[in-house]
């Protein structure tokens, strides 16, 4: 028993995680539980949370932990305005391969996204169970995946730019663009994927504001980098879409470095140490368990929206310039929706964290609290939203384009969606909880259920058969939303994500 309560307290317990978890705090957080209930003895008091959660209320819990990754996602939400908004100034063509390559680009941070999910449920459950070492090595194996992945990326993204570009059925000026401004962004590809992992692990352990930090620099960076190297007398300025790609490269590149900083500095509940970042296989495994459904997850998300993008790709092949504009129009809605779900994502991301925190504390009942408590306020917001999508879609499409083909076709887009951001909400929240629990694999099934058994087979009908183009691409898009959150909801209230291993 000695043996085993040392290699825990290293970090490198050679027993199953569950054996690991069970003797630790969860373990004595159920036996009070039960001691409780017992006739004579007196309920027993809560056990709390650590580091800057600690003393906290719920709600205030769930609100400090989303707050700063709210703000995140804003800023986070500016990089893509920006990048999307020059383009949109630039020309109609411009405006369909940024929206084009930004789906290559979303394909590209799938593979990170994983780790940085992996990553969260394990260190977010050792910080619930106060086992400091075990978070810091899963932080180490979880930087050294990042590096490779991101290698993996870019290596994909540079090379695939060509066949991508035709694939998804761009022409001329507009294919040409979409190369260039991939082939440029894959040079950035380790370091978003050191800064996406970095930050997820962050934010696992309870500290949201360092990423945030980060990403406020970032932004500002990348907002001045790509508007005088577009704006600026030659030579600093005049590269087009070359200009766009490269203030996001370099602001990509400060940001990695900023969150290594953050990650090696005293005082955070975990710390990076660089002899974690040597292989040890057995906390890999434990971050490859949960990351490998999250990834398949997200592939099948992605190629699914590729498809998608496919058809919209055909449905722009015509004559009439604004049909041609569909492209530019479909990425112009789908940033702006984003206003939207900002909010919603960042009390996801404080489900995900506080679910496996109190996983890790052995408290069920916390654990699906404060999950309830974000998908209640994810879809207050969310609705608000969506009835500003309904009244003012023209003034907020202005704000990225002033092109007519494009503002012919945008506005309605977002008309489309308003009415179904409440379920949106329910399927963010509610599986970002039970994917902090660790149940990747249920959030996996029911993803591909809903991308291919309702998504593209509907979007595909609606747009290409029924012949009724962009419009008919959205309906499609709405409905399937609209089902995986009633889906997702019926899972979350089942309960069975409590009981997963991690």
Known sequence: MNRRASDIEKGLASAPPAEALADSAPGAARTSTAQSRMPGHLPAPLLELSGKLKGLTLTKQVLYLAIWPFLEQVLNFLVGYVDTALAGHISVEATNAIGVASFIVWGMSILQMSVGIGATAVISRAVGGKHRRVANAALGQAMLMSAFVGLVSAVLIYFSADAVAHFMELHGEAEAMAVLYLRILALSAPAASILLVGSAC????????????????????????????????????????????????????IGAVLIIYMQTRDGGTIRLRWIRIKLHWH??????RVASASLFESLGMWMGNIFVMKMVGIVAISADPIIQASQGAHIIAV????????PCMALGIAAATLTGQYLGLGDENRAKQAAILCWKLGVVVMGLMG????VIPTPLVRLVTDKPELLALAPTLLQICGPVQVFFATAIVLSNAMRGAGDTQTTMRLTYISIYLVRVPLVYLIAIVFEFGIIG????????LTIRGLIFGFRFWQGQWTKVVV
């Open 202 to 253: 962050l934010r696992a352990s309870g500290d949201t504001r360092s990423p945030f930090a980060v990403l406020a620099i970032i932004n500002i960076i990348n907002a001045v980098c790509s508007i005088a190297f577009v704006y600026a007398p030659a030579p600093l300025g005049g590269h087009g879409i070359a200009g766009v790609a490269w203030g996001t490269v370099i602001a990509w590149t």
């Open 283 to 288: 906390t890999m495994k434990r971050i490859i």
């Open 335 to 342: 940033r702006l929706e984003a206003i939207s779900y900002l």
């Open 387 to 390: 009835v500003m999508f309904l």
């Open 473 to 480: 691409v959205w309906y499609g898009l709405c409905a399937e």
